[in-house]
């Protein structure tokens, strides 16, 4: 690194923070997307409303399901995505809020390693000239200083000086994802955004990259927020961990104590879920309900109230039996995914003239879940009204007359971070409040627990 | 019924099934029992360049109700074992002769097409890893079981309909009477691999071949899926090849497991003891590499170099370059698959250091016996593998 041309500090006062010391500070960041295909549609509210702090040095991994905003999360981090709301302060400056020499600061010191080294690298440049575009653009040195560089580079994550002429499709997945760390390292960043770098890769070779990573961190004090939906890679890399769903970070803590000692219902789900590479491993698994509802129509109380085992009843609901409970809730869910459906022109048409159709169909769901059942009145009087609502087609109504009279403070209230575990750690469920049983004494145990 | 297959529910399967059959392996031997034997399976593909041998002599067999695990990385060959064993394999590629897929003591490899497609559509059913590949985008996915369901069975009609209604139910999809009248579009990406499995099962198939069934999905769509499947195996004593690159899929999935390393079987052994005592130097490094959500950050062992592309036929090992416990001999006898030690006859290893407790010359010349008979191709060539 003897070519390293004088650079002072990073450009932006807040970057130059001791290890240890809080380098982001993410504060109630929302990212919508204007929906394109809908008049008057609702945005989608890929992330909605994220608070947490990244420690120089450390690596904070975020995890959950295709759709929960990781990856977007990661993106308006480094400014490749607009914020719609909400701060990400590095020092006194807010990375949202950047602009000219500033954001260009950021942008060298804001790095994306991407999942996939096919489409990230461009096939018509040699890989010498890949790398060392950012340097280029960057004004970064002399021509000579830039070579340099790049040969400084590829010895650094382990390619040899002769592969500078070589092009990308002469390289094996593993090592184009050298090649794209290589890259993303070219203007000595401080931070590396890595959305899912080793997803695409084989066992044997994602470990030779995990342990590049890592040796890479060592030696250069890099901070990385690891998005992965892989939780065996990310106990093994990350410090902490943030576990996202719908646009929420659901909980957040030490990875350790997370794995061990899960405190939201979401991440025991989600752990349990995990198959280990060990056959006698008793198989004790929350399966959930369904799928994640619309980031387009997050539900109004808690994100994970459609699919939650472990829901708070309402209050006066205690006569009726978990199995009947459990109906009331695939109900529900049925009826969102018919709202979800538009309903077809030929549809409207048999309707009008009077044929039936699918949405006749409400009866035999109602039927299926219902029939053989001893419901207490408090039930089968709403239920019968949603299906009345249901079967006119109106399943928005029937949605909303259900919560009202079936809800609770899950369906109605968003819930608050309460702090759980040892320090640092928190978790978004009302389980947490005092008066509510603790999600661990209500479903199975997971991770560690007995 | 949908509600219940959709539950919430602690589930506490594994299958005591598991059990018998490893203590059972002696009767496991015998090829009589087995519903589908496929033996020194060879695809080739030809390109202007050269003939990748994908699929390099590969041998075992399912029992009834049994689950094989068919494991392996990118490139080992497992995939186009599958499309073999499906008569799915196209131009360029062929199946080298003295290649065998026996299903119900029935030799399929020398069937014509239409032949084919009779076992495909009652015998052997296979879901792949994209459900849009199977799925017709145009056709309702009620249209399409019902297709199914009639060139299969025969059903039509009100029948039929009312039949894939049912076959959409025991899959669990909820509200199985409207979704029959949706698009593959409609569909999430686990409800759609549902519908495939649903497809499938309109056949009444005795073996079911799934390549990489959840890969695509997330963890817990995947945990339902896994769960779907083994209720139904449990329901219609299905014979599964359960094909993937995740070893905890695996674990949790299969009675017996074959390693595939560069279009060889390089291990096979019930799960329990490949998990708890792998042998193949191969098998060993793939286990350390995986990282586990049970234990912390150390460093990761790792396999040097990477997984080569087969083009000639094996004169040595194929895993040599990379074997950590590679010797002389290595780069000189192909290895065949031999019992791990004596009487170890339901644990095999293609490696020159077994059967562990034989003499290493005599174990490298009774590699190098079998494998001289085994491919009389091979003899005098001279080549290695293109990597
Ligand atoms: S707030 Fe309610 S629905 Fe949300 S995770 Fe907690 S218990 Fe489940
Ligand atoms: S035959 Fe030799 S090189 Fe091949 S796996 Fe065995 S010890 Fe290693």
Redesign the pocket.
């Given at each position: 690194m003897s070519q390293q041309p004088e650079r002072g500090d990073t450009g932006l006062a807040g970057l130059d923070c001791a290890p240890g010391e809080t380098l982001l500070s993410v504060r109630d960041l929302r990212t919508y997307y204007e929906s394109g295909d809908l008049i008057g549609g609702q945005p989608v509210k890929a992330v909605d409303g994220v608070s947490f702090d990244v420690k120089k040095g450390e690596t904070i991994g975020v995890v959950g399901e295709s759709g929960c905003g990781k990856t977007t999360l990661g993106r308006t981090l480094v400014r490749l995505e607009a914020a719609t709301g909400g701060e990400v302060r590095v020092g006194s400056d807010d990375v949202t809020e950047l602009s000219g020499e500033d954001l260009k600061a950021w942008r060298r010191n804001a790095q994306v390693v991407f999942q996939d080294p096919e489409s990230s690298l461009n096939d018509r440049m040699t890989i010498g000239e890949i790398i060392r575009e950012p340097l280029d653009v960057h004004d970064w040195g002399t021509p000579a200083e830039r070579r340099a560089r790049v040969r400084d580079l590829l010895e650094k994550v382990g390619l040899q000086e002769e592969h500078y002429y070589r092009y990308p499709h002469q390289f094996s997945g593993g090592q184009r994802q050298r090649i794209g760390i290589a890259r993303a390292l070219a203007l000595e960043p401080e931070f590396v955004v890595l959305d899912e770098p080793v997803s695409a890769l084989d066992v044997s070779v994602q470990a030779q990259i995990l342990n590049l990573l890592m040796d890479l961190q060592d030696e250069l004090g890099l901070t990385y927020l690891f998005i992965a939906h892989d939780l065996s890679v990310v106990r093994h890399i990350c410090d902490r961990v943030a576990v996202m769903y719908l646009g929420n970070v659901m909980e957040l803590g030490p990875t350790d104590e997370l794995f061990e000692d899960p405190a939201n219902p979401y991440t025991r789900a989600l752990l349990s879920a995990v198959p280990e590479p060990d056959p006698t491993a008793e198989i004790d698994r929350m399966t959930l309900r369904g799928t994640p509802p619309s980031p387009r129509d997050p539900p109004e109380g808690c994100a994970f109230s459609t699919r939650c085992p472990v829901k708070i009843r309402p209050d006066g609901s205690d006569e009726v039996d978990e199995s009947t409970w459990e109906a009331v809730e695939v109900f529900r869910e049925t009826l969102r995914a018919r709202s979800r459906t538009e309903r077809s022109l030929s549809e409207r048409a048999r309707e009008l003239i009077g044929l039936e159709t699918r949405f006749a169909t409400v009866d035999e769901v109602v039927g299926e879940l219902f029939t053989d059942r001893d419901i207490p009145v408090s039930v089968k009087e709403p239920v019968d009204q949603a299906a009345d609502l249901a079967r006119e087609g109106d399943e928005d109504a029937a949605l909303e007359h259900l919560k009202g009279e079936l809800g609770s403070v899950c369906d109605h209230e968003s819930p608050e971070d309460h702090a759980v575990g040892t320090e640092g750690r928190e978790s978004r469920c009302h389980r947490h409040a005092a008066e509510y049983e603790e999600p661990s004494a209500v479903g199975p145990s997971v991770g560690g627990e007995d | 019924m949908a509600a219940d297959a959709n539950a919430t529910g602690v589930d506490e399967r594994r299958s005591s099934a598991r059990q018998t059959q490893s203590d059972d392996v002696d009767a496991a031997e015998s090829a009589d029992d087995r519903l589908l034997e496929v033996e020194n399976l060879r695809t080739v593909f030809h390109t202007e360049r050269e003939t990748i041998r994908a699929v390099d002599g590969v041998s075992f067999g399912i029992e009834e109700g049994e689950t094989l695990g068919l494991v392996g990385e990118s490139g080992s060959g497992k995939s186009v074992t599958a499309r073999s064993i499906m008569g799915l394999v196209d131009d360029p590629g062929e199946l080298l002769p003295g290649s065998s897929v026996r299903f119900d003591g029935r030799e399929l490899t020398d069937l014509t097409e239409k032949g084919y497609e009779s076992v495909r559509g009652s015998g052997i059913a296979m879901v792949f890893q994209d459900p849009l590949s199977t799925l017709n985008p145009v056709y309702t996915v009620g249209n399409q079981i019902e297709e199914a369901l009639s060139l299969h069975r025969g059903l039509s009609g009100i029948d039929a309909t009312e039949k894939a209604i049912e076959l959409l139910e025991d899959v669990g999809i909820p509200d199985a009477a409207r979704r029959v009248s949706e698009y593959p579009h409609e569909f999430s990406g686990g409800m759609r691999q549902r519908a495939v499995i649903a497809m499938a099962l309109a056949c009444d198939p005795d073996v079911l071949v799934c390549d990489e069934p959840t890969t695509a999905l997330d963890v817990t769509i995947q945990a339902q899926i896994l769960e779907l499947l083994s209720d139904l195996q449990a329901e219609h004593g299905l014979s599964i090849l359960f094909i993937t690159h995740d070893m905890g899929v695996i674990a949790e999935v299969a009675d017996r497991v074959a390693v595939m390393y560069a279009g060889e079987i390089?291990e096979q052994a019930p799960v329990v003891e490949l998990y708890e005592n792998p042998r193949?130097?191969?098998t060993r490094g793939l286990l350390r590499s995986i990282p586990s959500t049970q234990q912390g950050a150390e460093r990761l062992e790792t396999i040097a170099g990477e997984v080569p592309t087969p083009n000639k036929a094996a004169t040595?090992?194929?895993?040599?370059?990379?074997?950590?416990?590679?010797?002389d001999?290595?780069?000189e006898?192909h290895?065949v698959p031999v019992p791990v030690e004596e009487g170890a006859e339901d644990h095999t290893?293609?490696?020159?250091?077994?059967p562990e407790d034989e003499p290493r010359k005599a174990a490298v010349d009774r590699?190098a016996a079998a494998g001289d008979e085994d491919s009389p191709e091979s003899a005098g060539s001279t080549g290695g593998d293109s990597r």
């Open positions: - | 390089v193949h130097p191969y040595d090992c194929r895993f040599a370059p990379r074997c950590p416990e590679a010797f001999a290595c780069e006898v290895p290893a293609a490696c020159l250091l077994y590699h």
